[in-house]
């Protein structure tokens, strides 16, 4: 099994500019998460999935963030327009009918 | 709301020495708990855990007793290696059905040679 893949692993973008961090789950998982990793706040959920639905999108900070699933082995979360307060390492993990979530390697996020 | 507090690190050891990492949690009912680890650029990986009171997760020679009746969940291991340098996260998911996690802050485990 391949893991949950994201990509890209780094992305470098100037303030103002439109971030798409894309995921694949686990073939046959049924809840996908977001969360995301920074010194000051440690790990937060973003945004959770459960069979492509948004069930839980209260750690979404702002308007400027927004996550789709438009199928079971996709997903992506969007910044637009990044600020560099964004900058940060975002972790996609799934999941299959079990509290065991299985991590990607992350994106590092830079937004100069 | 459900909520982690582990021990601050870094916490450094020799090699062979044991390790105890606390943790202690806030939930309501029965949550599941959940000891990840994150080695340097990776992401988290699930190294133990337990889902009901008086349960021990155990994996690579780590160990976790799950008490509810002190709200804990520490790890340990009897001798360490160099390898097991990492960041340890203690987490866990109630048992409402909503399965995301919510972690603590992590402790960073330097053992040196």
């Known amino acids: 099994d391949a893991g949950v893949i994201q990509s890209p692993r780094h992305e470098v973008t100037e303030m103002g500019q439109e971030v798409t961090l894309r995921c694949k789950p686990i073939?046959?998982?049924?809840?996908l998460f977001w969360y995301r990793q920074t010194m000051m706040r440690g790990l937060e959920l973003l945004i959770y999935f459960n069979n492509n639905v948004p069930i839980d999108d209260s750690g979404m900070p702002e308007d400027r963030f927004s996550a789709k699933m438009p199928n079971a082995s996709f997903s992506t979360l969007k910044i637009q327009p990044s600020e560099p307060r964004d900058s940060a390492v975002y972790f996609c993990a799934s999941s299959r009918d079990s509290p065991e979530a299985f991590f990607g390697q992350g994106t590092r996020l830079t937004v100069v | 709301g459900n909520s982690v507090t582990q021990m601050e690190g870094p916490v450094t050891l020799s090699e062979e020495a044991f390790l105890t990492i606390n943790c202690t949690y806030t939930?309501?009912?029965?949550?599941?708990l959940f000891w990840y680890v994150q080695y340097p650029g990776e992401g988290l990986q699930l190294l133990l855990k337990a889902t009901k009171a008086d349960d021990k997760g155990s994996n690579k020679g780590f160990e976790a007793t799950y008490r509810k009746e002190t709200t804990s969940f520490h790890l340990e291991k009897g001798s360490v290696q160099v390898s097991d340098s990492a960041v340890y996260f203690c987490?866990?998911?109630?048992?409402?059905?909503?399965?995301?996690?919510?972690f603590g802050s992590g402790t960073r485990l330097q053992v040196q040679p």
């Open positions: 987490a866990l998911t109630g048992d409402t059905g909503r399965r995301a996690l919510t």
């Open positions: 939930a309501t009912g029965y949550p599941s």
């Open positions: 073939s046959g998982h049924n809840s």
